[in-house]
């Protein structure tokens, strides 16, 4: 289930923050530090904020067939309902008043460093930072509402045989969510220095070791599985996502470029290629590793000398199910799977 988007985007857009900030060189090293200090603060409210998120998952990951029916499925829906209170992030979490205090710093210290340098001209990279600080608890609930609809939705399927996908549901979001936090304490941890590596704060006094200690950590951001890395497709689009399978996609692309194959067959496929990199973004990495190898061998063998049709018409079928569970019978991939297998027909 798609539960952490809005979380993602503000992970890419902190990172992207932390590595701006740190190679505009018209930044102070004082006015730098004002900078990652804000960075930090709005990492450790985010994290605050997303705790509870994790250990409610946790709860439905590990449920079992009596919680059904005891009180605790009724517990678990007020938690669940509470995390989208605006009172509880401005009294019980007390975010809202953390919230207040970033919003002063950098309004004081912060917007006045930065306003005068081009890579901050109008501050649009830090849309959602900024929405955070000024929306306040508001905004929290926003990134937050998602999830809490859809734990809603997955306990109320909650029976004795749905109880597997269930679990799986929550345990599947929950190591998404996890590897999000991470990457975000990861993040402060650099920065502050309790990672076992010189802090970004303290080398804002040798710009060539933070930049270049920045860089590396950009190297490893865009290879990560959380929000991926940046895959140039051959149809001139920009894949944003795991590394291996935007890798995999880009591979079949080569390969239909550098077969011998009939070029009506070679554009069928470079369509395909397209279809399912765009069907793709709404499947969950493990689904989008399936996807992605059928689609491998369905162009590997039908590019081949003397493709052999058991083995093509295997592939396109995953193909075509897994199309046929994201957007039904209409999918244009199921289309243009079946226009390859007919052309295919015709000469194999």
């Not at 990652?36 to 990951?61: G, H, N, P, R």
């Not at 040798?206 to 950009?218: F, G, P, S």
């Amino acid at each position: 289930m798609e539960m952490n988007r809005g979380l993602n985007d503000l992970v890419v857009q902190i990172d992207q923050m932390v590595e701006t900030a740190a190679t505009a060189p018209g930044l102070e090293d004082a006015e730098l530090r004002r900078v990652l200090s804000f960075i930090s603060q709005v990492i450790q409210v985010v994290e605050q904020a997303f705790q509870d998120v994790l250990t409610l998952l946790i709860e439905i990951k590990y449920l079992e067939s009596a919680d059904l029916r005891s009180p605790k499925m009724m517990e678990l829906r007020k938690q669940i309902d509470l995390l989208t209170a605006r009172s509880y992030y401005r009294d019980a979490a007390e975010i809202c008043s953390r919230l207040k205090h970033l919003r002063e710093n950098f309004d004081q210290y912060v917007r006045p460093a930065v306003n005068s340098l081009p890579q901050f001209s109008n501050l649009s990279g830090w849309s959602g930072v900024l929405g955070l600080i000024e929306d306040r608890e508001g905004r929290i609930i926003m990134l937050i509402e998602d999830t809490s609809r859809e734990m809603s939705r997955v306990l109320d399927t909650a029976q004795d045989n749905t109880l597997p996908e269930v679990r799986a549901t929550a345990s599947q979001s929950a190591e998404a969510l996890r590897a999000l936090l991470s990457e975000l304490h990861e993040l402060n941890g650099r920065i502050l220095g309790y990672s076992g590596k010189t802090g970004f704060l303290e080398l804002t006094r040798n710009r060539n070791e933070l930049q270049r200690e920045v860089r590396i950590m950009v190297d490893k951001r865009d290879q990560s599985v959380t929000h991926g890395h940046k895959v140039q497709m051959g149809n001139s689009n920009l894949f944003h996502g795991n590394f291996v399978i935007g890798t995999t996609i880009q591979d079949s692309f080569n390969q239909i470029a550098q077969s011998n194959a009939d070029e009506d067959i070679k554009q069928k496929l470079e369509l395909l290629c397209s279809q399912v990199q765009e069907l793709i973004k709404t499947l969950p990495v493990e689904k989008q590793k399936e996807v992605t190898q059928d689609l491998s061998s369905f162009v590997a063998e039908t590019t081949k000398e003397t493709p052999r049709r058991k083995w093509y018409e295997l592939s396109g079928e995953g193909l075509m199910e897994a199309a046929k569970a994201c957007a039904g019978l209409t999918s244009p991939v199921i289309a243009t799977v079946k226009d390859i297998l007919a052309f295919l027909s015709t000469w194999v």
